[in-house]
Nanobody, 129 residues
Framework: QVQLAESGGGLVQTGGSLSLSCTVS????????MGWFRQAPGKEREFVAA????????DYADSVKGRFTISRDNARNTADLQTNSLKPEDTAVYYC??????????????????????WGQGTQVTVSS
């Protein structure tokens, strides 16, 4: 069973940066497409960014384009989210998610919550104004 663990959250001022990391264990990491989502208090979980199995294709929510960057390191079994120019509206619990994908979907990315069966516990990001 695949296991995911996020790290790197914290408190930062508006305009600051945080580097989030998701470490995956229990299965072959390169078989999984990865995604980052977030959930603010009283709101539904929403898509932030996704990366394909081979790392060559990415996608972002419009609200974070140009500020966030998703990447993966198949040798280290990590999927990272670099967050820059943070705003108070970025405050949320950030979750990483994994979806096992067949080899012929190596370029596929997934952007919906229901497409991911495996989730981490989340890491809190708080941006002060």
């Amino acid at each position: 069973q695949v296991q995911l663990a996020e790290s790197g959250g914290g408190l930062v001022q508006t305009g600051g940066s945080l580097s989030l990391s998701c470490t995956v264990s229990g299965r072959t990491f390169s078989n999984y497409a990865m995604g980052w989502f977030r959930q603010a208090p009283g709101k539904e979980r929403e898509f932030v960014a996704a990366v394909s199995r081979n790392g060559r294709r990415t996608d972002y929510a419009d609200s974070v384009k140009g500020r966030f960057t998703i990447s993966r390191d198949n040798a280290r079994n990590t999927a990272d989210l670099q967050t820059n120019s943070l705003k108070p509206e970025d405050t949320a619990v950030y979750y990483c998610a994994a979806r096992e994908a067949p080899f012929y979907t190596t370029y596929e990315i997934y952007t919906r919550v229901y497409e991911y069966p495996a989730w981490g516990q989340g890491t809190q990001v708080t941006v002060s104004s």
